[in-house]
T-cell receptor
Framework: EPEVTQTPSHQVTQMGQEVILRCVPISNHLYFYWYRQILGQKVEFLVSFYNNEISEKSEIFDDQFSVERPDGSNFTLKIRSTKLEDSAMYFC?????????FGSGTRLTVV | KNQVEQSPQSLIILEGKNCTLQCNYTVSPFSNLRWYKQDTGRGPVSLTIMTFSENTKSNGRYTATLDADTKQSSLHITASQLSDSASYICVVLTDSWGKLQFGAGTQVVVTP
């Protein structure tokens, strides 16, 4: 069964550093998403991406965040200057029609 | 305000027993309602998807119901197994771009 692949599975970074979280969505999917889950809290929507541009973003997705689909297969989330409160599990997802598939997540720890 | 509320927050059941989880939503617009299973440290995995016109949908030992008039859904787990221990999350798809609104989940622990 096709999978959404995320790397790395765990990343530790110092506050103020830039991080890039990587995702390989399912190849024939057209819509791409990033969600995050702070420990003990519900999963929150960050951003949706379609046709090489952001289609919707949440209040969380401020100027420190950006997304890119650089080569037609990868989908990345960049956090420019990480804060302690960015520590969370970040999930990538892709969709076609009603089918919605999540990756296993990247656990980001900001120290 | 768009909200998805789940109850109970957690429950413990004996292996082989049944249980029912509840979900109330006040999300608009509403496209469909999903139940996901999430193991600790893993991504959510879809169990069922229902549009507003569907009242019930099954996936093996999981049966979901939807009452679009009262905006309530339930997930029934039959003959629970140890591998059913996980968080079960009620999720509503809200708009044409596919944004999902998540509930906080019900943590289910199945004991031998």
């Amino acid at each position: 069964e096709p999978e959404v692949t995320q790397t790395p599975s765990h990343q530790v970074t110092q506050m103020g550093q830039e991080v890039i979280l990587r995702c390989v969505p399912i190849s024939n999917h057209l819509y791409f998403y990033w969600y995050r889950q702070i420990l003990g809290q519900k999963v929150e929507f960050l951003v949706s991406f379609y046709n090489n541009e952001i289609s919707e973003k949440s209040e969380i997705f401020d100027d420190q965040f950006s997304v890119e689909r650089p080569d037609g297969s990868n989908f990345t989330l960049k956090i420019r200057s990480t804060k302690l409160e960015d520590s969370a599990m970040y999930f990538c997802a892709s969709r076609t029609g009603v089918g919605y598939t999540f990756g296993s997540g990247t656990r980001l720890t900001v120290v | 305000k768009n909200q998805v509320e789940q109850s109970p927050q957690s429950l413990i059941i004996l292996e082989g027993k049944n249980c029912t989880l509840q979900c109330n939503y006040t999300v608009s617009p509403f496209s469909n309602l999903r139940w996901y299973k999430q193991d600790t440290g893993r991504g959510p995995v879809s169990l069922t998807i229902m549009t507003f016109s569907e009242n019930t949908k099954s996936n093996g030992r999981y049966t979901a119901t939807l009452d679009a008039d009262t905006k309530q859904s339930s997930l029934h787990i039959t003959a629970s197994q140890l591998s059913d221990s996980a968080s079960y999350i009620c999720v509503v798809l809200t708009d044409s771009w596919g944004k999902l609104q998540f509930g906080a989940g019900t943590q289910v622990v199945v004991t031998p």
